[in-house]
């Protein structure tokens, strides 16, 4: 499975970015992950393969919103009023075990 994340940059605090990963497979969980520097990494939403059942992270629930668009197979994370505690390399990931990753688009809020 190829992931492919887009839509990182800089961005001031309080804005909006969205951020997008095609799938060369999309039938299974999506799911965003992020690392901040010398931090572990932390879940930030996942979502099912039909849309129904979606997952946040604490730190993000009520401004971030998870979505896929199954008939191009790419899921996007929509951020809403950023943080300087968001900034960090984002990841899609799926698969059992999330055991395929994309290589990360970075998002610094600044």
């Known amino acids: 499975v190829q992931l492919v994340e887009s839509g990182g940059g800089l961005v001031q605090p309080g804005t909006s970015a969205r951020l997008s990963c095609v799938a060369s497979?999309?039938?299974?969980?999506m799911v965003w992950v992020r690392q901040a520097p010398g931090k572990e990494r932390e879940g930030v939403a996942a979502?099912?393969?039909?849309?129904?059942?979606?997952w946040y992270g604490d730190s993000v629930k009520g401004r971030f919103a998870i979505s896929r668009d199954n008939a191009n197979n790419t899921v996007y994370l929509q951020m809403n009023s950023l943080e300087s505690e968001d900034t960090a390399l984002y990841y899609c990931?799926?698969?059992?075990?999330?055991?395929?990753w994309g290589q990360g688009t970075q998002v610094t809020v600044s």
């Open positions: 990931a799926t698969g059992t075990g999330l055991g395929y």
């Open positions: 497979e999309f039938s299974l969980y």
């Open positions: 979502i099912s393969p039909g849309s129904g059942r979606r």
